[in-house]
T-cell receptor
Framework: EPEVTQTPSHQVTQMGQEVILRCVPI?????FYWYRQILGQKVEFLVS????????KSEIFDDQFSVERPDGSNFTLKIRSTKLEDSAMYFC??????????FGPGTRLTVL | GQQLNQSPQSMFIQEGEDVSMNCTSS?????WLWYKQDPGEGPVLLIA?????ELTSNGRLTAQFGITRKDSFLNISASIPSDVGIYFC???????????FGIGTKLQVIP
């Protein structure tokens, strides 16, 4: 069964450093999403992406965040200058028109 | 923003017991979703509900979309050890946009 994959599974970085989290959505999906989950809390929406542009973003998704679909298969989330409070699980999701979102296994980001 | 209140936040049950958890919202959703999350994994969709009053089953799981469109419940019958995990309710507005999650119900099953 097709699935969303994410790399790396765990990323440790120093505060102030840039990180890029990578996702490979399910191959025929057209809509892409990033969510985050701070330890012990609920999953929160960050951004949705369709047709090579952001379709919606939350207040969490400030100027430090950006997304890109650099080629036909990858979807990335970049955090320019990480803060301690960026430590969380980051989930990528994708969907087909007319279907629900499928989530990846997540990347655990630890900012020291 | 939209708020989802999910209860209970955690529960311990004996294997074989039935479980019920519910979710209420401060505003209307067009779609209610129930996800399960295992440790270190992403949320996995269990049931999707699209019409007010709809009752849908998936094996031992049954969920209903409340008639007011502001609530939903999930029942698990005859629980087994692999039901352990965190169950999230979630709502989605029209247009297949963002999913808003509840805080989750942590279920532990005692064999």
């Amino acid at each position: 069964e097709p699935e969303v994959t994410q790399t790396p599974s765990h990323q440790v970085t120093q505060m102030g450093q840039e990180v890029i989290l990578r996702c490979v959505p399910i191959s025929n999906h057209l809509y892409f999403y990033w969510y985050r989950q701070i330890l012990g809390q609920k999953v929160e929406f960050l951004v949705s992406f369709y047709n090579n542009e952001i379709s919606e973003k939350s207040e969490i998704f400030d100027d430090q965040f950006s997304v890109e679909r650099p080629d036909g298969s990858n979807f990335t989330l970049k955090i320019r200058s990480t803060k301690l409070e960026d430590s969380a699980m980051y989930f990528c999701a994708s969907r087909d028109p007319g279907d629900e979102q499928f989530f990846g296994p997540g990347t655990r980001l630890t900012v020291l | 923003g939209q708020q989802l209140n999910q209860s209970p936040q955690s529960m311990f049950i004996q294997e074989g017991e039935d479980v019920s958890m519910n979710c209420t919202s401060s505003s209307i959703f067009n779609t209610w979703l129930w996800y399960k999350q295992d440790p270190g994994e992403g949320p996995v969709l269990l049931i999707a509900l699209y019409k007010a009053g709809e009752l849908t089953s998936n094996g031992r799981l049954t969920a209903q979309f409340g008639i007011t469109r502001k609530d939903s419940f999930l029942n698990i019958s005859a629980s087994i050890p692999s039901d352990v995990g965190i169950y999230f309710c979630a709502g989605r507005d029209g247009g297949y946009q963002k999913v808003t999650f509840g805080i989750g119900t942590k279920l532990q099953v005692i064999p």
